[in-house]
């Protein structure tokens, strides 16, 4: 019996498809942003030795910044903040550039501008559970090394001062745009591939497969969609290809 569909042409299909899940997962951080980008309530947090304006979620690390809501408010204890190196943004994909003597400022309304100090790195494992009740200071924990979550780190960082809250001081996460960005790459990426694929009977197999997964990106922009199990299918994508 002769396949269908000749087996390039299905390794092609099969790629675009988990391509456009690492896209997906993108276009959903990205919908995040748009949505809490005009918010006055929204804190940030700043790093400028490695270009960080991030907003703070207490939603899900998968939206960006996290706060983790059994930790304290800044200036008044322990707080802790999560982020990706990579997908969802990479908030804290250069974390590791961080040096003693950095600052780090938490821009959060009702409280003010508040100044941290980087005073040290540590690499855990990923089981490692950190005390909430660590003095007036600030952690900000990610994954380590970078495409792995087999070990976190944590940055520590001392508390400075609060200053008064500038209302102009932070500026609404430009990169929430990009979502429309990425969407234009993968149909124009489908688009050029089906143009010039050689096998011309199954071009109209990538035009269609281009249509759709651009119509699911548009669809999870508009209509955000949980992407735990997505990464999790991934993983297991990657782990099998690892073997």
């Given at each position: 019996?002769?396949?269908?569909?000749?087996?390039?042409?299905?390794?092609?299909?099969?790629?675009?498809?988990?391509?456009?899940?690492?896209?997906?997962?993108?276009?959903?951080?990205?919908?995040?942003?748009?949505?809490?980008?005009?918010?006055?309530?929204?804190?940030?947090?700043?790093?400028?030795?490695?270009?960080?304006?991030?907003?703070?979620?207490?939603?899900?690390?998968?939206?960006?910044?996290?706060?983790?809501?059994?930790?304290?408010?800044?200036?008044?204890g322990t707080v802790i903040l999560f982020g990706h190196r990579t997908l969802h943004g990479s908030p804290f994909l250069n974390l590791n550039e961080l040096?003693?003597?950095?600052?780090?400022?938490?821009?959060?309304?009702?409280?003010?501008?508040?100044?941290?100090?980087?005073?040290?790195?540590?690499?855990?494992?990923?089981?490692?559970?950190?005390?909430?009740?660590?003095?007036?200071?600030?952690?900000?924990?990610?994954?380590?090394?970078?495409?792995?979550?087999?070990?976190?780190?944590?940055?520590?960082?001392?508390?400075?001062?609060?200053?008064?809250?500038?209302?102009?001081?932070?500026?609404?996460?430009?990169?929430?745009?990009?979502?429309?960005?990425?969407?234009?790459?993968?149909?124009?990426?489908?688009?050029?591939?089906?143009?010039?694929?050689?096998?011309?009977?199954?071009?109209?197999?990538?035009?269609?497969?281009?249509?759709?997964?651009?119509?699911?990106?548009?669809?999870?922009?508009?209509?955000?969609?949980?992407?735990?199990?997505?990464?999790?299918?991934?993983?297991?994508?990657?782990?099998?290809?690892?073997?």
């Open positions: 019996m002769k396949f269908p569909i000749k087996l390039p042409t299905l390794f092609i299909l099969v790629g675009m498809f988990i391509i456009s899940l690492y896209l997906l997962i993108e276009v959903d951080y990205y919908s995040y942003s748009a949505t809490i980008s005009d918010s006055n309530d929204t804190p940030y947090v700043v790093i400028p030795s490695i270009g960080v304006n991030e907003s703070i979620n207490n939603k899900s690390i998968d939206y960006g910044v996290y706060y983790e809501p059994l930790s304290s408010l800044p200036g008044e040096q003693s003597g950095d600052n780090v400022y938490l821009e959060w309304p009702g409280i003010g501008n508040v100044e941290y100090t980087v005073s040290n790195t540590t690499i855990v494992d990923a089981s490692y559970q950190i005390p909430l009740y660590q003095g007036n200071t600030l952690f900000l924990i990610t994954c380590y090394p970078i495409s792995s979550d087999t070990q976190r780190m944590i940055i520590g960082s001392k508390y400075d001062n609060t200053t008064p809250l500038q209302s102009t001081q932070s500026k609404p996460n430009s990169q929430s745009s990009d979502a429309f960005l990425i969407i234009a790459g993968l149909f124009g990426g489908g688009m050029l591939l089906s143009k010039f694929y050689p096998v011309k009977q199954d071009k109209i197999l990538i035009v269609i497969a281009t249509i759709a997964l651009t119509v699911l990106l548009i669809y999870a922009y508009f209509f955000p969609v949980p992407t735990d199990g997505i990464e999790s299918l991934l993983t297991n994508i990657n782990n099998f290809f690892s073997l």
